[in-house]
């Protein structure tokens, strides 16, 4: 399957940096490109690269009305979005979403043709006591309650290990080959058709280490926090991810 490379800008940019940043992305032939980037610069990204989709980092659950702060899933469809991040471990961490709400998000998201990229993953101690795919599976089964077994195949998955994101060493290829499978594997014995659903990394993903994550079964993307503000950066990790160096 095509893969992708999703950009998470988090609450970084500026119009002139946004501008720079742009500047230095091209389409790479094979491979999906996004970025997701703060609402306010939705607008300024409606031109953007050739073969750049657009993504946003969160959405609302609700439909429209009195939510004040919220941004909907109909809004963010009508700025040209693509994608939308949902669950990301910063929101789970520090805005208290649990597992229903990013399942809610999700169905919201997809109700309006975005296709909703729900992040999933452990943290150290989780890990360490061996909760990797008890955690995973519980997260993944909220999201699976809220759309169902035919819906859940058009979702893009993330595993994002929390004790990777923005450190600046990655999980192993090992952890990550071992993890994606059973993913994938969860969602098959769910009766997903799991073979379509694009299993992307993330956590800490950067230029010298791309190639060997996505050289590993079941990684068909990649989510990429602070090396996507960096073009020669996300550029040389788009490129690795469609097979070039
Ligand atoms: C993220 O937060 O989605 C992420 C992967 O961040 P980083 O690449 O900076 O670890």
């Given at each position: 399957?095509t893969r992708?490379v999703a950009?998470?800008?988090k ?7 946004n ?7 091209m389409a790479?032939p094979g491979?999906?490109?996004?970025v997701c980037v703060p ?8 031109e953007?690269?050739a073969?750049?989709a657009?993504?946003?980092?969160d959405?609302?659950e609700?439909?429209?009305g009195a939510?004040?702060g ?6 963010l469809a009508?700025?040209g979005c ?5 669950g990301?471990?910063e929101r789970r961490a520090?805005?208290?979403?649990d597992d ?7 169905r919201?998201?997809l109700?309006?043709?975005?296709v909703?990229i729900v992040?999933?993953?452990?943290t150290l101690?989780e ?14 089964a909220?999201?699976l309650?809220?759309l ?6 058009q979702?893009?998955?993330?595993y994002?290990?929390?004790?990777a994101?923005?450190?600046g060493?990655s999980?192993?290829?090992?952890q990550?080959g071992?993890?994606?499978?059973a ?9 997903v058709?799991?073979a ?5 990394y993330?956590?800490?993903m950067k230029?010298?280490n791309?190639?060997a994550?996505?050289a590993?079964?079941?990684?068909d ?5 602070g ?7 996300f550029?040389v990790?788009s490129r690795a991810?469609g097979?070039g160096v």
């Amino acid at each position: 399957m095509t893969r992708l490379v999703a950009g998470n800008w988090k609450m970084n940019g500026s119009l002139a940096a946004n501008r720079d940043l742009l500047d230095g992305l091209m389409a790479v032939p094979g491979v999906e490109m996004a970025v997701c980037v703060p609402y306010p610069y939705l607008a300024q990204l409606l031109e953007r690269p050739a073969g750049v989709a657009l993504g946003a980092q969160d959405v609302s659950e609700f439909e429209a009305g009195a939510y004040t702060g919220e941004v909907s899933a109909g809004m963010l469809a009508e700025f040209g979005c693509r994608y939308v991040i949902v669950g990301h471990s910063e929101r789970r961490a520090l805005f208290g979403e649990d597992d229903a709400v990013v399942g809610r998000k999700a169905r919201a998201a997809l109700a309006h043709g975005l296709v909703p990229i729900v992040c999933v993953g452990e943290t150290l101690a989780e890990r360490d006591e061996g909760r990797v795919m008890a955690v995973i599976g519980r997260q993944l089964a909220a999201v699976l309650d809220a759309l169902g077994v035919a819906a859940m195949a058009q979702v893009v998955v993330a595993y994002e290990p929390v004790w990777a994101i923005g450190i600046g060493r990655s999980a192993s290829v090992e952890q990550v080959g071992e993890v994606h499978a059973a993913i994938r594997s969860w969602l098959a014995g769910q009766g997903v058709a799991a073979a379509a659903v694009r299993l992307l990394y993330g956590g800490s993903m950067k230029a010298d280490n791309a190639a060997a994550l996505f050289a590993v079964p079941d990684v068909d993307g990649g989510l990429v926090g602070g090396a996507s503000l960096v073009a020669a950066d996300f550029m040389v990790i788009s490129r690795a991810a469609g097979g070039g160096v």
